[in-house]
């Protein structure tokens, strides 16, 4: 058996026919009528529309015969791209290169082969449409020629195919560029408004401050001239007054957020540290906290890391994050808290997952967290700022802080930048 010659251009033609992206797809109509026109024309039972793939002929339709593809080496059409014209073969047991092909001896018994090569517009022929009979056979010259056509009609139809995939993958492309771009304008627009906030919030804060402190003082010491008079009819006076000096306090935790909020874009003390020491600090913060409200905290570094960040600005985001489980498991039966360390070497990062024994929060509460003065907790408890200073001050430490949806528990995840070995 002579096996079919590999083209001079192989490469260049699998390339060709690979750009086609049809080799192992559904049947379709328009390839099954050409084939049953060719039977029809060339008067055999089998047609075929026979892609030459690297090792094996596959079928795009096919007549008369039940296989999808053969062997490579076996097949007639691995000689028939060889040329620009019809490849005849009209008895292949007289044929002294298919006399003894297993196509030709075996259960197939094929004696007859014409097929037209499939040429792109580039001149590479990467298969045939053919017909095959049982039984010896020429084709007159007016029917080559209509096979011949019905193979361009082939290769335009593989063009048109190819274009129309072109132009959905070129809309697709175009539809998600235009959707990031608006997901883009959003954010910068959101930005904007951000820093606008900031400003503001900064100078609010500024103006605020001087006269709590006026009130704040002036009320202490009102409580302390009661104190000393040591008059009885003074207690419910001093009781409003103490709920004066509470409520400065607190409006005075809500001007420090402001001003945090105007200034958490700037981190200008990076430095390269141990986390686990970072977060040996943040947790020595809360860690009397913890233990009065019976939560049990723990800390699990994989092994000691260095990071590139402001150890203070991560001490803050770690007491923030921390804070917030606190408060979230407050009623809980099970409250604990664990921090875990670990690498992402992937992302040249160093990750810390803070996880309570919380549910996780639920999606429509997700979406808001990061909206400025937004707070789940009680009147009081809570300014609504903490969050998302702590997003952009890890931001501005080129890390990232976002909650893990994929977590059974509640889960926040500070990723921060992995120091470079020396």
């Known amino acids: ?132 009979d049982l039984k010896p056979r020429l084709l007159t010259e007016e029917i080559k020629e209509a096979l011949t056509r019905l193979s361009k009609l082939v290769m335009r139809q593989l063009e048109t195919d190819k274009k129309l995939r072109d132009k959905r993958e ?12 608006a997901e883009q304008e959003i954010q910068l627009n959101q930005a904007e408004k951000l820093r606008s906030l900031g400003e503001m919030a900064g100078g609010i804060a500024h103006e605020i401050n001087s006269p709590l402190s006026v009130i704040q003082s002036s009320a202490a010491a009102v409580i302390r001239r009661i104190q000393e008079r040591n008059d009885p009819r003074d207690v419910e006076i001093e009781s409003k007054l103490t709920k004066v000096i509470e409520t400065v306090a607190r409006i005075s935790e809500i001007t420090r957020g402001m001003l945090l909020y105007s200034r958490d874009g700037r981190v200008d003390d990076l430095e390269t540290c141990s986390v686990s020491e970072v977060m040996s600090m943040a947790m020595g913060l809360i860690r009397g906290q913890m233990s009065n409200q019976g939560i049990q905290y723990d800390l699990i570094v994989d092994s000691d890391m260095d990071v590139v960040c402001s150890k203070q600005k991560v001490v803050q985001i ?38 309570d024994s919380g549910n996780g929060i639920p999606f429509e509460i997700r979406e808001k967290m990061s909206r400025p003065f937004f707070t789940t907790k009680p009147a009081g408890r809570g300014t609504g700022l903490g969050l998302n ?34």
């Open 318 to 355: 770690m007491t923030n994050l921390l804070q917030n489980s606190r408060d979230a498991i407050e009623g809980l039966s099970e409250k604990w808290i664990v921090v875990k360390v670990k690498p992402n070497a992937a992302r040249g990062q160093v990750e810390v997952c803070v996880e």
């Open 1 to 132: 058996m002579q096996k079919p010659a590999i083209p001079t251009t192989e490469r260049e033609r699998l390339r060709a026919l690979l750009e086609y992206e049809v080799l192992d797809t559904a049947c379709e109509s328009t390839y099954d009528d050409v084939v049953k026109l060719a039977s029809m024309i060339c008067g055999t039972p089998m047609a075929l529309i026979s892609l030459v793939d690297q090792d094996r002929q596959w079928f795009k339709a096919h007549l008369g015969i039940e296989a999808t593809e053969m062997p490579r080496e076996i097949s007639f059409c691995g000689h028939a791209i060889h040329g620009e014209v019809v490849f005849e073969v009209p008895d292949a047991q007289q044929d002294i290169r298919f006399f003894d092909n297993p196509l030709v001896t075996g259960e197939a018994k094929i004696r007859y082969y014409a097929g037209a090569p499939l040429i792109t517009p580039e001149g590479h022929v990467i298969g045939t449409l053919c017909v095959v």
């Open 170 to 181: 070129n809309f697709d492309q175009m539809k998600a560029l235009t959707k990031r771009v």
């Open 389 to 422: 200073i702590c997003r952009n001050l890890a931001k501005a430490q080129g890390g990232s802080l976002f909650l893990d949806e994929s977590a059974a528990h509640t889960t926040f995840v500070l990723s921060l930048p992995a120091a470079r070995a020396a």
